[in-house]
């Protein structure tokens, strides 16, 4: 994690995540790269419907001063806590922003903020963090209220126990061991997806011995659904983050169905680290 980017629209949401990527970076002797990006309205031309005017630039000019004052902000921020932050702002769609930065400048991780809000806002500021994840080349780390990074001690894996995430097993021991974190394997029963006991120890096992994990313990509880187990465990038992693969062509619906993941992310307070599996190995 030396290379850290954080897109920052200057919400709570983003100034948490922001405050958590200072706290890394310092640990590991990293860096950030804080990024605005810029969608400009578009104005129509009395008597020409359907055809946008040219943008007004006096806004622009407006908005332009805006975002250099509160950026400079930030970066003296970083400056305080002996951290090198890089601004860049820019002008397009969220997604393609991001991406096109993380290949530019060699990215390690990206940070964002989530609200956990209901209703209108948890389905625009959620779906901007879903297409991130779901296109994302490098892992994202999903953040509702800052951290500190030393309090990361267990680390939840929800599992089906596919023998097939090399890339995703990979990159989450790399975070196990820069936290030095206990990696917690869970099985969850349900009565669509049902276990013997026996079978699903044996199956458990088997994981951990397949990606050679260090450090780690296995659980197998019963419950209605995934989503109850996922969050029932993940409070009982204390997570302090929770670690999922994601799919491209299907964002956070690749181990469970489409609601989980997204419920989870939307409604837990743990820190959430999602990887995108590429293919499947």
Request: charged share 20%; glycine share 4%; proline share 4%.
């Amino acid at each position: 994690m030396k290379k850290i980017l954080v897109p920052c629209d200057f919400s709570p949401p983003a100034t948490e995540a922001y405050t958590v990527a200072l706290n890394i970076a310092g640990r590991s002797q990293g860096e950030i790269v804080l990024l605005h990006v810029v969608t400009l309205p578009t104005f129509y031309a009395a008597g020409f419907a359907g055809e946008p005017a040219i943008y007004d630039t006096a806004y622009y000019s407006r908005m332009e001063t805006d975002i250099s004052r509160e950026l400079a902000k930030l970066k003296t921020k970083g400056e305080q806590h002996h951290v090198s932050v890089t601004t860049d702002v820019q002008v397009g769609g969220l997604v393609s922003c991001i991406t096109k930065t993380v290949k530019e400048e060699n990215i390690d991780l990206i940070m964002m903020g989530t609200s956990g809000s209901s209703g209108i806002a948890e389905i625009l500021i959620g779906s901007n963090v879903e297409k991130v994840v779901r296109f994302s080349p490098v892992p994202v780390l999903s953040v509702r209220t800052a951290f500190d990074s030393t309090s990361i001690q267990n680390i939840l894996l929800p599992s089906t126990l596919g023998l097939n995430q090399h890339d995703f097993m990979r990159e989450l021991k790399k975070l196990q061991q820069f936290f030095n974190a206990t990696i917690h394997v869970l099985l969850v029963n349900t009565p669509v997806h049902f276990r013997q006991n026996r079978d699903a120890n044996q199956t458990l096992t088997e994981f951990a011995h397949h990606y050679q994990l260090t450090n780690y313990k296995l659980h197998f509880k019963s419950f209605y659904q995934e989503e109850e187990g996922i969050m029932t465990f993940a409070h009982t038992e204390k997570m302090d983050l929770i670690s999922m693969p994601t799919h491209a062509r299907k964002g956070f619906a690749h181990l469970f169905n489409s609601s989980v993941t997204e419920n989870i992310v939307n409604h837990i307070e743990s820190p959430i680290w999602t990887y995108c599996l590429k293919k499947l190995e």
